[in-house]
């Protein structure tokens, strides 16, 4: 390996023009941990962007695979710097862990920027902290590489059954609604669904977009799906380690590896896996950063006619320790490449992607089913569009028959319908009047929520997932279609159009629907329409968007002011512009 290349590390440790600079960097970090004559060696800074901690338990795991990254730094020869990121745990950060993840970035940009750093480990895990990460190493676009946590083992429950974290949570307080369970049964539930260290183990919104950083070619092959306490996930680890130091070598950027086939191919993996809603937003906002053009429809041409294959809840049945027995993301990809669904491109390894996949066929095909017999014909998104929002998606594969069935009557076309609208105003008042009797809300009814978008929450939310009033869960309605300016959980299956673009508080035609206003969603189409007169219509826009609730900090302020809508990534704008930071060296 050629130890040639000069880092930007030596712009600190050993600036030709600034000796007094040099001496105050040096004595600093030689007081820490390091010597006068390694920094100054040219061997590599490579940065452990450290993401877990006591308030991110979903990423706590990295605390015990950092001392293996720095074993393989170490063993290729590079110096090992680790520092925290500001963390992101979906369960804990209210009012939402999704107003934190721009900020997590921009504070990464910072560090990436300032600090003598010449190529970083991604420590990924919970929902937006791999976005976060991978947004930012776009950003300043030095060697970087993605290690996954990798999700918890299994949950059960009573033994036998196979409980997954955070759909068990939407299906118990079905159960709870309709009466069946008690409170304290679904706090055990909620226990055992989350067994161990790493982040959720169903494919909710943390599975599907580690699998999107691996389809991106951004980690190791197989990285993603290793549970978190296997011994594999510490090996991991030390390849991870190892080879970021030879990507610093060969400056192996994340613009040469995040190219739009690479988006595409990760498009098409979303809809295989059964992947979360979510991924739409975080993917834009990684396009966005590292100035890769991708747009609302691109999930729909590339992604649509792409089969479910992985039998994983919430679209399937089983869990994160099954998906890796049965060879993880790359046997699912394997299907893809036979299939020719999947593009070639550059991947951290240094090798193409299709290469990567040599020899990862699956052998559990309960699991994994083969291209040509799959779960589900055409399980991507669909992308709608109509007067209550210019773009939305809408993830099919959750869709059940119960649901198709009991809206074919409607239309007589299974995959169009009518609905009356029930508006809420954000996740309290759904709470507050969900089950209050003058609505009479049945089975023919649309639930709405507005004001949960990335302004008028402020962050956006994952309140679209409502669930239908306790008198028709107890009847055995146990979803309604559902609409909102918000985000639903990747771990919900709920039938939902999400991701509202623009949000009512953005002048979103979502500002003028009234309950008891007829909607007409149309699958076939993607027409998501409000049966208002257009006269009408026109008279309610003249009372303006949403106005949302007032700023609570500074940060929801500033963000408010410069975030662009879901539909876009959901990106601070103006951060938009700097791309290939690193080629900026700061001033001393
Ligand atoms: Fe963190 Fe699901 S809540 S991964
Ligand atoms: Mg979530």
């Not at 929002?389 to 076309?413: H, Q």
């Not at 649309?446 to 306790?470: F, K, T, Y």
């Not at 300016?485 to 629907?513: C, F, K, V």
Request: proline residues 6%; negative net charge; contains cysteine.
């Amino acid at each position: 390996m050629s130890q040639k290349r000069k880092f930007r590390s030596l712009e600190w440790f050993d600036s030709p023009h600034r000796t007094d600079m040099t001496a105050l960097y040096i004595e600093r970090y030689c007081n820490n941990a390091f010597t006068y004559e390694e920094l100054r060696s040219g061997k590599p800074v490579i940065g452990i962007a450290q993401t877990g901690s006591d308030l991110s338990p979903c990423n706590k795991i990295h605390q015990q695979l950092s001392p293996r990254v720095r074993d393989g730094i170490r063993e290729a020869g590079g110096i090992p710097m680790e520092f925290p990121v500001h963390p992101i745990q979906e369960t804990g950060k209210r009012p939402t862990a999704a107003l934190d993840r721009n900020l997590a970035y921009l504070g990464l940009v910072e560090l990436l920027h300032g600090y003598p750093i010449d190529a970083v480990v991604l420590t990924t895990g919970c929902d937006k902290t791999t976005p976060a990460l991978l947004m930012a190493a776009a950003t300043v676009d030095i060697p970087a590489i993605v290690l996954s946590g990798g999700p918890m083992l299994n949950g059960w429950l009573d033994g036998d059954d196979l409980i997954g974290s955070g759909t068990a949570i939407w299906k118990m307080r079905r159960e709870l609604g309709a009466g069946k369970i008690t409170e304290e049964e679904f706090l055990i539930g909620a226990s055992g669904s989350a067994p161990s260290l790493g982040h959720c183990n169903t494919m909710g919104t943390a599975s599907t977009m580690n699998a999107i950083a691996e389809a991106l070619g951004m980690s190791l092959t197989g990285c993603s799906a290793i549970p978190a306490p296997y011994r594999e996930r510490m090996g991991m680890a030390y390849v991870t380690g190892k080879r970021i130091v030879e990507m610093a070598h060969e400056d192996l950027k994340p613009s040469d590896v995040m190219t739009r086939e690479a988006f595409l191919n990760a498009i098409a993996v979303n809809s295989a896996i059964g992947g979360s809603t979510n991924a739409q937003p975080h993917l834009h906002a990684i396009a966005n950063h590292v100035g890769v053009e991708l747009k609302p429809a691109d999930w729909q041409v590339h992604g649509h006619d792409v089969p479910l294959l992985l039998n994983m809840q919430p679209a399937g049945k089983y869990l994160g320790e099954r998906f890796y027995r049965a060879g993880g993301v790359p046997a699912i990809m394997w299907e893809l490449r036979e299939a020719g669904r999947l593009h070639d491109a550059p991947t951290v390894t240094g090798k193409g992607m299709l290469t990567n996949l040599d020899g990862r066929e699956s052998k559990d095909r309960e699991m994994i089913h083969a291209y040509d017999d799959p779960i589900v014909d055409q399980a991507g998104f669909v992308v709608m569009t109509g007067n209550l929002f210019d773009t939305a998606i809408m993830k099919t594969s959750v869709i059940s028959k119960e649901f198709r069935d009991r809206y074919l009557c409607n239309k007589g076309d299974e995959n169009a319908f009518e609905a009356r609208a029930i508006v809420f105003e954000g996740s309290e008042d759904y709470h507050d009047r969900i089950n209050d009797p003058d609505l009479n809300i049945d089975e023919y009814c649309v639930l709405v929520v507005r004001g949960a978008g990335p302004i008028g929450w402020p962050g956006s939310a994952e309140v679209v997932n409502m669930q239908p009033p306790d008198a028709l869960l107890k009847r055995g309605i146990t979803s309604l279609p559902t609409i909102g300016d918000g985000r639903q959980s990747g771990t919900a299956d709920s039938p939902s159009i999400l991701n509202a673009s623009p949000e009512a508080a953005a002048g979103g035609g979502l500002a003028y629907l009234k309950t008891g206003d007829m909607v007409r969603i149309d699958l076939n189409t993607g027409r998501c329409d409000a049966l208002v007169d257009e006269a009408e219509w026109e008279e309610r826009k003249k009372a303006g968007p949403l106005i949302p609730p007032e700023s609570q900090t500074p940060w929801q302020e500033l963000a408010r002011n410069h975030v662009t809508q879901l539909a876009a990534g959901g990106c601070i704008d103006l951060a938009i512009k700097y791309q290939k930071v690193r080629d900026a060296i700061p001033r001393h």
